[in-house]
């Protein structure tokens, strides 16, 4: 962190004095005169760690006692250290101890996992030229101006300019998949007139100082030639290689390094993770609250009760009694202050200092179910899941809202060719014949064809009409590729294509685009590559096929089609279109449509990708005129865009459709499933994706976020643009009428998060892309903006899927931001696999990354990782509801427990003269939260299973029951305050009545104070722990054992603790008092009685609470057995009465 | 503009894949262990009316019993209770409550007169009971040093600072120190049987076995091992308000200085304001005889012990013992009432659940 700042702190001073820093290539000063002063520069080094082994120790205390809780606590001791307390201040200072200890341990873990984390980074070895040998080098030590060496499919070590590329024209392709999220190569260019001889080369490069925008840079290069004048040339992001991105289809790569470590654009845009804190913990701090002023006013009462009692003659000092000189000089008010402060010491353990360190543990370990979960084991990856901050467990079980992320999420981002329709007859390539099949599809009944000619333009259609590139095979592949080329040619290329000879070579920026040319190949024709503006396409007699790529007519989302115009071999002139169906089908002869819109639809029902093929031959007149057109058009210096779009609209016309294609965007396994359990459960799942709407909105069908009957209200550019208005008017209105349709017409949702999804109203599906949601968001009006978003709020949340493409990773945060910030504060968790979910990961209460293929930004940014989404259910249905209950159990067990534990003392000082005296002995205050009821609790909350996980996996709707912080609401705590009040007077008056006489042994001998708190404390330990009894639902060994060791342990310790004359003690308050109190029989019978007085009402409440939902789980487990279901569910509901009738269908779903 | 979040350890996430350590950390299979799988055999157990209601009418049936029970045996104590506070000028010890002072030479006695109506057949505890007297008041409490009572030499030259501001007088260690100490209940108590034919007989009074064994033999020694006591408590003084130095509270070697009975039940606070103590014990001598017969009797009380400065109370109770200790009626009732509290909620219960069952089976047969 030092190391951090300092850069920092020089990047900042830097700043004031130049805007600029000046870079020596190869740390060769020029041959300029001036003095060669090497610029001090940060190292290579990062740094995400919080401590060293030196500051580790008065830091982390310091943090540790900047927590409100922590500090309590320490004043606390501080308190019964310097006044005369009632209890000595080990009894607070041995928990808080404890408490820190564990605290700093568990820190101190987690900071060495990052100091290891930062090492793995810092300590990879990476090749510098230096003095023209290449050496290796941990990557920590490159420095500024250092020329670093960088192959295929490493990632850049800092940021570099690239000075030289093993390809022949001076570029190098890179993907920035984990930076920004975008899998496509990207191109970037050697500075030119650079000598190849990296060694001789003497340059400057002046450039500006570190900024975190990653796509601008500015700066030039001054490049020496023996004593010519320095030729200059100007750098620019083009230049730039980014640290964290991949170097692709590239050698090798060498560059100077500019900007290093902390400076580089990546740790710029580093934002330290913010402290997520879970909605339990705010209930915790509130209820925290709540036992501070009960505490402040148990003391404050007192402190005045003692003085109204004192005031009567006699009371304050009776002649047995007398004060110290001291005690009797001391100034009243500060009397009274200490007392008042003695009460706060008397009563302070109503706070629990060990429930900080229950919780913390709990989650600690907690998380390690989440780890160890086979079920999140992919053997693909031969991973699990990972947890990354324990903090949140409990939050997985109070999601409302999910965001996904599509492609490769939700998809696998792994498109297949599935099958294709020529000319109205279904073909598809499942059978790897060499003749194309026939299959049975509802049309081709009599095992028709398309004509040979009509199959073969279709698929010479596919084979053009792309911007696919061959990729070049380099290195290590290539030796590989050409034994299987060779392999391949033996067999007949045509005949079987080997399925790593698929997988090598296509490069483009949509996916669809490969899996078309691949499903093309499949058939046996085959793109060879374009060379110099000529496709070569290998075709099914192996011949090679030429045509001359005369234009590429790109794909824009407002046409949602692409063409390609190609001159054959032959000197035909053609256009080939492909695109969507609602585009293409306007512009070809009617009669072709009927034949191909039947299947098309059937795909778009299947949700699969579908496109429409279309051609058109252009004579020789037509196209020169249309070459004349686009070339023009392209020239344009003004609404360039809007001229060629009207040229290619013009010229994609009059087609004929040959036929369309089914692509399939694979799910991920059980995505489907998946998403029907989360909204089973009551969470809106959203889709925010970078993809384009049709192929977004075809996923959503497809995992049946939307379905058939869904209603899609869409807000997009192409909607906008629609009235012909302008667009903010347009966009007002569309609001208006969704919000009417969606909002006011909707029958009014119980609040909460039960959704009447089951009902038979109109469902609802929201469609928005990133340039209608930024003007949502930023609309000229600031009145106007936040009514937008309200409206556009409001709809959302009364859709049952919202799906928002085209968004950036900004506007992704943005609206996740916006629904966590939404009226009830609804708990998000964001999902997603890609850098360009990183922020939306960070933003959410709980984020979680899935192991995919792009990187590990996500994974390493989220809370959680899991391998697969279908984990997702899982994480969220079992682990996120079972820690809820758990934790949520735990705290407001722990407040319960002291609160009946110090309720007896608060009331023994009616009776004791308000003189603070402590009921208990000082070793049964310390022990009570640290050994005689902590495991149980502890236990209870790692091992509890109220539900067992296979019948919360199958009934996604017990998720509901917990929604909303539902057992940490003010219910349920009223509910156990009032419990541990019941307790406390039950325990403490119990005793009292005994002890209006105190000869309680058969010898008549008779019981003092320490009796009488024993046996309250007796009776405490063993209500309170089996109060958790009682509550236990799921009794592993492990929950015997320590429920039962618990009390043993007690019984053993007073034992041992009464039976011996401690010497370091002052006083022998207990000595024998517990053997003696075994001895009475009264002792035992009020001890019994009072443990079952205390419980009652607890069994009852049980008893009478539990047959209805233990009756209702009978019933859903019966209606799981879907005949069973009708007959039984009108009688059950009857009598279950309660049941809201909008749950029916669902329980039977 | 997507520039806001990274994190700067995580840049190079292939780098760290590749690495070994971490690749081989987290390829590691998840151990199918039960306890990993949260899948531990366990005993699920359901409350439900079914489950609850013999239980109910057990604890009822076994409750009832026992109060009752409790209830007659505590009603088959006898008690008797004699205020000697001396408030009312009627009151035998008016005048020694008046013109009190504890330095008086000459005690003060008065005599109170009281007749038993039924025979004490067993043996009968004989304890003083205080009221509005705070044994229990932290300063009081605190104020004692154990190892000074458990013998130590050191202690009893030292006294613990908590004795102030009972610890030295006259620059001399007090022993025993502290306020406990300091306020023993000094009065002597002694009982008289008026025989029907005139004679006064003084009924006997033992005064051992009144405390704890364990504070007898273990807690509370003497200093030193020299059996006199005199030289043992050398170079200390006595407390304030006592009359006689500790050595000198018994004439029974075995029942003086620290291990004098009467000082060791002192020594046990009380829990509450009002309290008894044990003083003396009569034994039963004659399994023909009643330890206490019918008929009139005399208690003869030596006036030192002053309450009515602080409005207390001092009392002389007479009481038998049963198996669970002195006269409370409090057990009895509570079992009797939680008895039946339980029994009722059995019926009930018992009643809820028939209806319900009913329910229940007519689901059942739907299906």
Same mark, same amino acid.
Not at chain 1, 868 to 871: G, M, P, T, Y
């Given at each position: 962190m030092s190391n951090v700042g300092e850069c920092m702190m020089e990047l900042s001073g830097d700043e004031r004095r130049v805007d600029s820093r000046t870079i020596y290539v190869g740390h060769q000063s020029g041959p300029t005169n001036e003095a060669f002063i090497p610029p001090k520069f940060c190292d290579n080094r990062i740094v995400s760690s919080k401590y060293t082994v030196w500051n580790f120790l008065p830091k982390n205390l310091f943090e540790q006692f900047r927590r409100i809780a922590n500090f309590y606590f320490l004043i606390i001791f501080l308190v019964q250290v310097i006044v005369d307390t009632p209890t000595s201040p080990v009894t607070s200072g041995l928990p808080l101890f404890f408490v820190i200890t564990v605290t700093a341990i568990k820190q101190g873990y987690e900071d060495w996992l990052r100091h290891k984390a930062d090492n793995e980074v810092n300590k990879y070895p990476v090749t510098v030229l230096e003095d023209g040998r290449r050496i290796r080098k941990e990557s920590e030590k490159i420095k500024v101006g250092d020329v670093v060496e960088v192959e295929e499919d490493e990632t850049f070590p800092c940021d570099l300019i690239l000075l030289q590329s093993t390809r022949d024209d001076g570029t190098c392709f890179v993907t920035t998949a984990s930076l920004d999220g975008e899998s496509n190569h990207k191109t970037h260019y050697t500075v030119p007139d650079i000598e190849t001889d990296l060694e001789a080369l003497s340059a400057t490069i002046e450039c500006e100082q570190p900024q975190p925008d990653l796509y601008k840079f500015v700066g030039r290069m001054q490049i020496h030639k023996n004593n010519q004048d320095p030729t200059v040339r100007s750098l620019g992001p083009e230049n730039l290689l980014l640290k964290g991105a991949t170097l692709k289809n590239t050698q090798k790569i060498h560059g100077v390094a500019v900007y290093t470590g902390m400076e580089t654009k990546m740790a710029l845009n580093y934002q330290g993770k913010s402290q997520k804190r879970s909605a339990v913990e705010k209930s915790i701090n509130a209820f925290l609250l709540v036992y501070l002023c009960i505490l402040v006013s148990k003391a404050l009462v007192c402190t005045t009760l003692k003085y109204v009692w004192q005031s009567k003659p006699g009371q304050d000092e009776p002649w047995y009694n007398e004060k110290t000189q001291r005690e009797k000089d001391t100034n009243q008010y500060l009397k009274m202050f200490t007392d008042f402060l003695s009460f706060m010491v008397l009563f302070n353990f109503i706070i629990p200092v060990s429930m900080y360190v229950t919780v913390e543990m709990q989650k600690f370990l907690g998380s390690f179910f989440i780890a160890w979960d086979k079920d999140f084991y992919d053997p693909e990856i031969k991973e699990g899941a990972l947890v990354n901050t324990s903090d949140l467990n409990e939050e997985l079980g109070q999601v409302e809202y999910v965001f996904t992320d599509k492609? %490769?999420?939700?998809? +696998?981002n792994n498109m297949e060719f599935i099958e294709c329709c020529i000319d109205g007859i279904q073909y598809s390539p499942r059978d790897r014949s060499i003749e194309m099949d026939v299959t049975d599809g509802p049309v081709s009944k009599l095992q028709q064809r398309a004509g040979r000619e009509m199959e073969e333009l279709f698929l010479r259609a596919l084979c053009l009409c792309h911007t696919v590139q061959v990729k070049e095979s380099t290195g290590q592949d290539q030796d590989q590729v050409d034994g299987h080329v060779d392999q391949v040619d033996g067999l007949g290329v045509d005949e079987v294509l080997d399925e790593s000879q698929e997988q090598i070579g296509f490069i483009a920026s949509s996916p669809d685009e490969v899996a078309l040319v691949k499903g093309a190949m499949r058939y046996g024709f085959r793109f060879l590559g374009l060379e110099s503006k000529t496709m070569k396409i290998l075709n099914r007699n192996n011949d090679v096929e030429m045509y001359d790529l005369l234009h590429v007519l790109n794909f824009d989302p407002v046409r949602r089609r692409m063409s390609v115009i190609v001159r054959s071999g032959s000197g035909d002139t053609l256009l080939f279109c492909k695109g969507a169906d609602s585009s293409i089908f306007p512009r070809v002869k009617k009669e072709e449509v009927e034949r191909i819109r039947m299947h098309v639809e059937r795909n778009a029902t299947e949700g699969y990708r579908t496109l429409c093929v279309a051609y058109k031959y252009l004579c020789e007149d037509e196209y020169a005129q249309v070459d004349a057109e686009l070339r023009e058009a392209r020239l344009a210096l003004q609404d360039r865009d809007e001229k060629l779009m009207a040229v290619y609209n013009q010229v994609e016309t009059g087609m004929s459709l040959i036929g369309a294609t089914a692509v399939e965007d694979r799910l991920q396994e059980e995505a489907a499933e998946t998403m029907e359990a989360l909204q089973g459960a009551g969470i809106k799942v959203w889709v925010l994706t970078g993809d384009k709407m049709e192929t977004a909105k075809s996923t959503c069908y497809a995992c049946r976020l939307f379905q058939r009957s869904t209603e899609l209200l869409e807000l997009t550019v192409r909607t906008l643009e629609d %009235? %012909?208005?302008r667009r903010e008017e347009r966009l007002h209105e569309l609001l208006i009428e969704y919000h009417k349709k969606a909002v006011q017409d909707a029958p009014p949702v119980k609040a909460g998060v039960r959704r009447s999804w089951a009902s038979t109203n109109q469902d609802y599906g929201f469609i928005i892309d990133g340039a209608s949601l930024s003007m949502v968001f930023n609309s000229s009006s600031d009145s106007s903006s936040s009514n937008y978003k309200n409206l556009f709020l409001q709809i959302c949340q009364n859709c049952t899927a919202v799906l928002c493409c085209r968004m950036a990773p900004l506007q992704k945060a943005q609206i996740v931001k916006m629904v966590k910030n939404s009226k009830g504060s609804p708990i998000t968790l964001s999902i997603g696999d890609g850098a360009n979910d990183v922020s939306m990961i960070l933003e959410a209460h709980v984020g979680i990354g899935i192991k995919g293929k792009e990187g590990r930004q996500a994974v390493r940014n989220s809370d959680y990782a899991i391998p697969?989404?279908?984990?997702l259910k899982k994480l969220l249905l079992a682990h996120g509801h079972l820690y809820y209950v758990r934790i949520a159990h735990l705290v407001q067990y722990f407040f319960y427990k002291n609160l009946c534990f110090i309720l007896p003392q608060f009331l023994y000082q009616f009776f004791c003269g308000y003189s603070q005296q402590p009921l208990y002995d000082a070793a049964y205050l310390t022990m009570y939260n640290i050994c005689f009821t902590s495991m149980p609790i502890l236990a209870y909350s790692l091992l509890? +299973?109220?539900?067992?996980i296979d019948a919360l996996l199958d009934k996604a709707t017990l998720y509901r029951e917990i929604g909303k912080n539902a057992m940490l609401r003010w219910g349920p705590f009223l509910y156990w305050t009032l419990l541990g009040i019941f307790h406390g007077v039950v325990f403490f008056f119990g005793v009292r009545l005994l002890f209006s006489n105190p000869a309680l042994q058969d010898n008549g001998q008779v019981f003092g104070n320490w009796s009488y708190g024993t046996i309250v404390f007796t009776v405490l330990v063993f209500t309170v722990t089996l109060k958790l009894a009682l509550d236990t639902r799921h009794w592993t060994w492990i929950n015997h054992f320590v429920i039962w060791g618990s009390l043993a342990f007690y019984v053993f310790f007073s034992f041992f603790w009464g039976g011996i004359i401690w010497p370091f003690m002052s006083q022998q308050r207990l000595y024998f008092v517990f053997a003696n109190m075994l001895s009475s029989v009264s002792a035992w019978l009020v001890i019994i009685l009072l443990i079952l007085l205390s419980l009652l009402p607890e069994i009852l409440f049980v008893v009478f609470h539990k047959p209805r939902s233990h009756h209702a789980r009978q019933v859903i487990s019966q209606c799981l057995l879907p005949a069973a279901c009708s007959a039984v569910m009108p009688t059950a509901f009857a009598c279950l009465g309660e049941c809201s009738t909008s749950e029916h269908p669902n329980l039977c779903a | 503009m997507m520039a806001t979040s990274y994190s700067a350890k995580d840049e190079d996430g292939h780098i760290t894949v590749s690495g070994p350590g971490a690749g081989t950390l987290r390829s590691k299979k998840p151990e199918n262990t039960a306890f990993k799988q949260q899948r531990l055999p366990a005993w699920q157990p359901i409350l439900t009316a079914g489950t609850v209601l013999p239980a109910f009418f057990i604890i009822g049936l076994i409750f009832i019993p026992i109060g009752i029970g409790l209830y007659v045996t505590s009603n088959n104590i006898k008690e008797f209770e004699i205020d000697y506070t001396g408030v009312d000028m009627s009151s035998p010890c008016f005048n020694c409550s008046q013109n009190y002072s504890w330095n008086s030479t000459r005690p003060c006695t008065c005599t109170i007169p009281f007749y038993l109506e039924?025979?004490?057949?067993s043996n009968v505890f004989m304890y003083y009971g205080l009221s509005n007297f705070y044994q229990n008041h932290r300063r009081y409490v605190k104020s004692r040093d154990d190892s000074q009572l458990n013998g130590d030499v050191g202690s009893l030259q030292k006294p613990s600072k908590e004795c102030e501001p009972y610890a030295y007088h006259e620059n001399r260690p007090v022993a025993p120190c502290g306020a406990i100490a300091n306020s023993m209940f000094n009065d002597t108590l002694e009982l008289f049987y008026n025989n029907p034919n005139g004679t006064k007989l003084q009924i006997p009074l033992t005064s051992t076995g009144i405390a704890w064994w364990t504070d007898k033999h273990v807690k509370f020694r003497n200093p030193g091992n020299d059996p006199n006591l005199t030289a043992a408590f050398q170079g200390t003084t006595k407390p304030v308000n006592w009359r006689r130095p500790v050595y000198e509270l018994d004439s029974d070697p075995e029942n003086n200085g620290f291990i004098n009975e009467d000082f060791i039940v002192w020594m046990r606070t009380a829990a509450l304001p009002t309290f008894r103590k044990l003083y003396r014990i009569i034994q039963k001598k004659n399994s023909m005889v009643p330890t206490l017969p019918r008929g009139n009797y005399t208690l003869e009380v030596v006036y030192n012990y002053p309450v009515r400065r602080f409005e207390g109370r001092k009392r002389v109770i007479l009481s038998t013992i049963s198996w669970m200790g002195g006269k409370n009626p409090f057990l009895g009732i509570a079992y009797m009432t939680v008895g039946s509290v339980c029994f009722l909620l059995g019926v009930v219960l018992l009643i809820i659940h028939h209806k319900y069952g009913n329910r229940n089976n007519s689901a059942d047969i739907s299906n």
């Open positions: 492609t %490769g999420t939700l998809t +696998q %009235g %012909g208005r697969k989404l279908k984990h509890e +299973q109220h539900i067992s | 039924t025979p004490y057949e």
